[in-house]
C-alpha cells in the first residue's frame, strides 16, 4: 500500500531526528519510495505558551509502501517517537519528532486511534507544501476533487522552496567566474544547503542579453567535473537538496538524468521533440521557461501594446496541450514565466504582479526574477537588487508560488521566518 507520512522535528538535532526516523521505518520493513524537501514553519502553539515553545519546525512528507496493517503501522510510529525521546503525552511542547499517517492510498480510515486522511492535511502548509513536491496533483480522499496544489494554495499562509543558484560560467551577469571549480561550488552548495535551500541549480551557459551560446559539448565540460561531486556528496543523504540542471540542449539533460539529477530546468520551454521524449521517459521533474529566444535579446519583446500576461497564458495553453499529446505527466512540470526572457522592464513587472492569473492552469510555478535586469531602472547596486528582489519576493510568497529561485537564499530566507511569524 502507498502511504504518505509526514516528519517533524523542533528540538534538537531536528535534520538527523528525522533522518533516525527515515532510518527506523526502513528497519521495519517499510520502503520509502521518495522523501520531499525540508521545509521550515513556525510551531504551532497554544495561547499562553511558554516564550521557550516557539522554536520553528522542520517538515518533510515521506512517499512509503508498506504491508503492514493501518493501526499496526500507528503502533509502530508511536513506539518510534518514544526511542527517539518523545514525552508519552506531549502535545504543544517542543519535541525531538512528530509522525502521522497522512494518506492511506485512496482510503478513508476511522478507528478509535486513527483517522486517515489526517484531520489537518488541508490546514497546514508545512503538509501540503512539501505533499505538493511529491504529488501535486493527487486528490485527497473524501475531499471533492480538490488537488494537494489547489489545497495549498487556498491557505492564507504559504512556505515557498527556495531554489539556490549555482552558476558555473565565467560570464553569468551577478557571479561569473566565482563557482567554476568543485571547491568553490561544493562550499558554495554547502551555503545554500545551510540556509535552507531545496533545489540546487547549476548552469553552465549564461542566458543573460549579449552572453555567447555555448554548444552542448562545450556546456558540458563545464558541468561535468562540479555535477558528479555534487550529486556523489549528497546521494547517501536522506534530507538531500534537490538537484537542478539549468540547460535547453538535450544531449545535457539526458546525461545529467544519467549522473542522478532530479529536475532538468529547461529554459528552452520544454518545447523541442527531443527534450519532450526525455521528459516523458524520466522520472525527474521538468521546468519549462517561457522566452523569445536564447541568449535573452532585449530587442526582441513581447508586443508592447498587448497585455504580457496574456501572451504568456497562450504560450502555456499551446505547451499544455503538446505536453498532454505526448503523454507527460503534467504533475512533474513546472512553469517558469521566463522573467526578463523576451520581457521588457516593464513587461516583466507586469507579469511579476499578475503571476496569480497563472494559478488555474494547475501545475506548479517557479520564478526566476533574482537580480534581474528589469530592475535597473530601479535600483543599480548589487546589493540594493538583493533587498528589492527580497521584497518582491516576499509579494511572491503571499501569492503562493511554488518555488522561488533566488541567488542570496540566507537572506530571503531569514526576511521569510520574520513574515511568517508575524502572518
Not at 161 to 166: D, F, I, N, P, T
Not at 187 to 215: M, N, Q
Not at 345 to 355: D, F, W
Not at 379 to 392: E, H, N, Q, S
Amino acid at each position: 500500500m502507498k502511504v504518505y507520512l509526514g516528519l517533524g522535528s523542533n528540538l534538537g538535532d531536528r535534520r538527523a531526528n528525522i533522518a533516525r526516523a527515515l532510518e527506523a521505518l526502513a528497519r521495519d520493513g517499510m520502503r520509502v519510495s521518495r522523501i520531499s524537501p525540508v521545509v521550515e514553519s513556525p510551531a504551532m502553539l497554544p495561547d499562553h505558551a511558554p516564550a521557550d515553545w516557539n522554536r520553528p519546525y522542520l517538515n518533510v512528507v515521506a512517499e512509503c509502501d508498506t504491508q503492514a496493517a493501518p493501526d499496526a503501522l500507528l503502533e509502530r510510529l508511536k513506539a518510534t517517537e518514544l526511542e527517539l525521546g518523545r514525552g508519552e503525552h506531549e502535545r504543544w511542547a517542543p519535541r525531538p519528532i512528530d509522525l502521522d499517517i497522512l494518506l492511506w492510498g485512496d482510503e478513508r480510515i476511522a478507528t478509535q486511534h486513527l483517522t486517515v486522511p489526517h484531520p489537518g492535511i488541508t490546514e497546514r502548509a508545512f503538509v501540503l507544501t512539501p505533499l505538493a513536491t511529491l504529488a501535486p496533483l493527487l486528490t485527497i480522499p473524501g475531499r471533492g476533487t480538490k488537488t494537494v496544489l489547489e489545497w495549498s494554495r487556498e491557505l492564507g499562509t504559504h512556505i515557498p522552496l527556495w531554489m539556490g543558484v549555482v552558476n558555473v560560467t565565467p560570464d553569468s551577469f551577478s557571479d561569473g567566474g566565482r563557482f567554476e571549480s568543485w571547491p568553490a561550488v561544493d562550499a558554495h552548495v554547502a551555503a545554500l544547503v545551510a540556509a535552507g535551500a531545496a533545489y540546487i541549480d547549476v548552469g553552465a551557459e549564461s542566458t543573460r542579453p549579449g552572453a555567447t551560446p555555448l554548444d552542448a559539448a562545450a556546456e558540458w565540460t563545464r558541468l561535468e567535473p562540479v555535477l558528479g561531486p555534487l550529486i556523489g556528496k549528497y546521494s547517501a543523504s536522506a534530507l538531500r537538496p534537490l538537484v537542478s540542471v539549468d540547460t535547453y540542449h538535450p544531449s545535457t539533460a539526458r546525461r545529467a538524468l544519467a549522473l542522478g539529477v532530479d529536475v532538468i530546468n529547461d529554459v528552452g520551454g520544454l518545447t523541442s521533440p527531443e527534450m519532450l521524449e526525455l521528459a516523458g521517459g524520466s522520472r525527474a521533474d521538468w521546468i519549462a521557461m517561457h522566452n523569445l529566444g536564447l541568449p535573452a535579446d532585449r530587442a526582441r519583446t513581447l508586443p508592447v501594446d498587448r497585455d504580457p500576461v496574456a501572451e504568456v497564458e497562450h504560450w502555456l495553453e499551446q505547451r499544455l496541450d503538446e505536453w498532454q499529446q505526448a503523454g507527460l505527466d503534467l504533475g512533474r512540470v513546472v512553469f517558469d514565466p521566463g522573467i526578463g526572457f523576451g520581457k521588457n522592464p516593464l513587461q516583466s513587472l507586469r507579469l511579476l504582479r499578475g503571476i496569480e492569473r497563472f494559478e488555474r492552469y494547475g501545475i506548479r510555478i517557479l520564478v526566476g526574477h533574482s537580480r534581474k535586469s528589469f530592475m535597473h531602472g530601479l535600483t543599480t547596486d548589487v546589493a540594493d537588487r538583493d533587498l528589492f528582489t527580497i521584497g518582491a519576493s516576499l509579494r511572491l510568497c503571499a501569492r503562493n508560488v511554488e518555488i522561488l529561485r533566488v541567488h542570496d537564499v540566507a537572506a530571503h530566507a531569514a526576511a521569510y521566518r520574520g513574515w511568517a511569524h508575524l502572518k
